[in-house]
C-alpha cells in the first residue's frame, strides 16, 4: 500500500501550483519539492512517473483534489501522458464521510478523535505563505517545516489507515 500528501498554493490547478508531495512507497517516503516555479514541470513529471508505479494508494481527499490537481497541473504545464490513477485508490476522506457522523472531516480533527496527534504545528492552510517566503528568503528551514508538515500527514494517514484496514476489510467480505 502506497501513502500520497500534497500541498499546493491553491485548490485550484490553473491559479496555484504544486508545492510539494511526499509518496510513501514500501515504507519509505520520496519527497518532492518544488525549489522554484520553474521547476515544477520536472518535479511533478518524477511524481507522475512515481505514481504510475502504484498499484494501490491510500490518501485523504485524493480523489476530490490530490490527484484531480496533480492531473489538472500536468495539463496546465504541457506533461504529455501524464498517466492514470492507480487501479485500487482508497481516500480515507470518502469512507469517513460515507461511515461516520464528525462535526470536521479534516485529516488533523480525525487524527486527533483516533489518537494520533501531529507533532507538527505547521498546518495546510499555513503552507502558500511558507513557500512565497521560501522563494523569497530560500531559507532552507522553512523547506524543512513544509516538509515536515507533508512528511506527518502521511504518517497519520498511514496510522488511521491501519487501524480502520479490520473495518474496510470486513465490509469486502460482506459483498
Do not use: W
Not at 511526499?22 to 512515481?50: H, I, Q, S, W, Y
Not at 499555513?126 to 528568503?137: F, G, I, R
Not at 506527518?152 to 469486502?172: M, Y
Amino acid at each position: 500500500m502506497d501513502y500520497l500528501d500534497i500541498e499546493t498554493t491553491s485548490l485550484f490547478a490553473d491559479t496555484g501550483m504544486l508545492v510539494c508531495a511526499v509518496l510513501r512507497r514500501n515504507g519509505e517516503n520520496r519527497e518532492f519539492f518544488v525549489e522554484c516555479p520553474e521547476a515544477e514541470k520536472r518535479t511533478l513529471g518524477d511524481l507522475l512517473t512515481m505514481l504510475s508505479e502504484c498499484d494501490e494508494l491510500v490518501t485523504f481527499n485524493g480523489k476530490s483534489f490530490d490527484l484531480p490537481f496533480i492531473l489538472s497541473r500536468a495539463l496546465v504545464l504541457g506533461i504529455e501522458g501524464p498517466g492514470l490513477p492507480p487501479q485500487f485508490h482508497l481516500d480515507l476522506y470518502e469512507e469517513f464521510k460515507r461511515r461516520f457522523r464528525f462535526v470536521k472531516l479534516s485529516l488533523g480533527h480525525l487524527s486527533h478523535i483516533l489518537g494520533y496527534d501531529s507533532e507538527v504545528a505547521t498546518t495546510g492552510v499555513d503552507v502558500p505563505n511558507l513557500y512565497l517566503q521560501y522563494l523569497a528568503e530560500r531559507d532552507a528551514e522553512l523547506k524543512q517545516e513544509i516538509l515536515r508538515h507533508c512528511n506527518s500527514d502521511v504518517d497519520l494517514l498511514q496510522q488511521i489507515h491501519h487501524r480502520l484496514k479490520p473495518l474496510f476489510e470486513r465490509e469486502e467480505d460482506d459483498q
